[in-house]
């Protein structure tokens, strides 16, 4: 399992169209994984799915954390913490 912890900087947080993008990246590879959103404790730790990223409410600021299992584990970790760090291309 790899995981990593990481703050979304993008103004409006995770809203549909990073989810849709999230997904879609998520989907390029066969490992499972998981997201967290740390600065809401009362929220589980989920499959990647775009109900699931809106369900979670991420904001600018929150912290999140990524779980991956699989094969391709660490190349799915690596793209979707470029995705963040590059507030979702926008």
Known sequence: MTEVVLTVNNPVGLHARPA???VETVRAYKSTVTIQNLSRPQ???LPVTAFNLLQIGVRQGHQIRLRASGEDE???IAALT???E???GE
């Open 43 to 45: 929220t589980k730790e």
């Open 74 to 76: 660490a190349e799915v």
């Open 20 to 22: 849709k993008l999230f």
């Open 82 to 84: 470029r995705l963040v």
């Open 86 to 88: 590059e507030n979702f």
